[in-house]
């Protein structure tokens, strides 16, 4: 059984800039990058601890620009379907060697043990006793989400699962620069399957960059205000070390120059997942032949009436809770300037839909040196066009009258498959 060595603290979200300028408090801000700034603002609102009907930790949300898709209405279609998958891949590349270790990533506890448990409950229903006790399956928060009951989340789940309560991938306050792997206490050399649901990519803070064509250089967006003065946005051409790094790996560098996609060059500025590559570096730290798998509706995706109606069946009727995703530059800083001057009121969450393309590229540039052995590059695909090749075949034979499955699931299966092909949702994994 895979290991993972001593509780750690690790490296925090800042940059050189913020570490020399610090951040002092929300009525007084040093001139930081903004992703710094939408950080500290979500932080306080990231992580969720209580199950999906409690009205604890209920925030403000600003704005409601998307449907934000609820994974348990596809259950347990999608949890067969990611089993299945996990599986598979871990007999084709690392069976008989190694374990099947899994990552999950969370800021939605509520939901991850429930994916757990019925990820777990299924492998423990189809596998031999030899090849259940192979899995193991740890549950790492983003940030740190201590004062759990741990014992009794997990005690109805088989198998050796766990969840690090002081373990984090993003903890506070510590600044991550270049020399950041010095400070990092968890490692797990054996492969790595890290799944992130749909509590990962909006919480992560992007930087606001645009291109000067005059200098032909990336400009970067910093922040910063007096107390009791709204907050002021500038842009610099002294990119940080983050940002700097974010937009190589998209754009690539000629020369040490940056070169731009004149699709996102608008004048306002365009956000990049600066955080992401943070995320990404810090997992080539602690689990260095780690695989990825995600899953989240991207830009661009707009369900269909069809696809609303069944919805509304598996929920009972039920809207889908709003989630806001913030791409006006003007937007972001009235949020934040109100917060600094009023830092008694409660907090309201910014969120960004993730952007699969700038995602995908930055995932395979990343890796590109670092994966152990030969592996597929980053790639992505529709929740219907995975949960096709990876549903047990019983369901789309649900006619077939040595089927064993009761017909009344059989419906029910075949319904989320249908939902599935219809959805937002998409799959990126490596």
């Known amino acids: 059984m895979a290991t993972i060595s001593s509780v750690y603290r690790c490296c925090a979200l800042g940059s050189k800039r913020s570490a020399r300028f610090g951040v002092h408090s929300r009525r007084h801000y040093g001139i930081v990058p903004l992703r710094d700034l939408i950080e500290l603002q979500n932080r306080p609102s990231i992580i969720r601890r209580h199950d999906f009907f409690s009205q604890h930790g209920r925030t403000q949300s600003y704005g409601k620009s998307h449907t934000e898709e609820r994974l348990l209405d596809y259950d347990p279609i999608l949890t067969q379907c990611i089993a299945r998958w996990l ?86 306050n510590k600044p991550l620069g270049p020399n950041y792997r010095d400070g990092s206490e968890i490692f797990i050399h054996d492969p790595v399957r890290v799944l992130m649901f749909n ?34 946005l500038q842009f610099s051409s002294d990119l940080d070390y983050w940002c700097d790094h974010t937009l190589k790996s998209l754009y690539g560098s000629e020369n040490g120059v940056l070169n731009p996609d004149g699709r996102e060059t608008n004048s306002n500025g365009v956000y990049v997942p600066t955080q992401f590559v943070q995320l990404l570096e810090q997992l080539k730290v602690n689990a260095p032949d780690y695989r990825l798998f995600a899953i989240d509706t991207p830009k661009h995706h707009h369900p269909g009436t069809f696809a609303s109606r069944i919805r509304r069946f598996f929920t009972g009727g039920r809207e889908c809770e709003s989630q806001p995703a913030y791409t006006d530059p003007h937007n972001i800083a009235a949020v934040l300037s109100a917060a600094s001057q009023a830092p008694g009121a409660s907090p309201t969450k910014i969120r960004f839909r993730p952007n699969f393309d700038q995602l995908q590229t930055i995932t395979n540039h990343i890796n590109d040196s670092d994966t152990h052995g030969v592996f597929p590059p980053c790639q992505t695909e529709t929740l219907g066009a995975f949960c096709d090749k990876w549903v047990d075949v019983k369901v789309k034979q649900r006619t077939d009258r040595t089927n064993a499955l009761p017909q009344e699931f059989l419906d029910r299966l075949q319904l989320q498959l249908e939902l599935a092909r219809r959805s937002p949702l998409a799959i990126m994994h490596t």
Request: net charge neutral; glycine share 2%; proline share 7%.
């Open 87 to 172: 599986w598979l891949h871990y007999k084709i590349t690392d069976y008989p060697y190694y374990d099947l270790n899994i990552f999950n990533v969370f800021t939605d506890l509520p939901q991850s043990v429930y994916f757990m448990r019925k990820i777990m409950q299924y492998f423990h229903q189809v596998l031999p006793a030899e090849s259940f006790t192979r899995i193991n399956y740890y549950l790492i928060p983003l940030y740190r989400c201590s004062k759990t009951d741990k014992e009794h989340l997990l005690r109805d789940i088989p198998g050796n699962v766990h969840l690090i309560e002081e373990t984090t991938l993003f903890p506070l």
């Open 199 to 232: 509590d990962i990519f909006p919480k992560l803070a992007q930087d606001l960059v645009r291109y000067d064509s005059k200098s032909r250089k990336w400009e970067q967006c910093y922040a910063g205000s007096e107390a009791g003065s709204p907050l002021s």
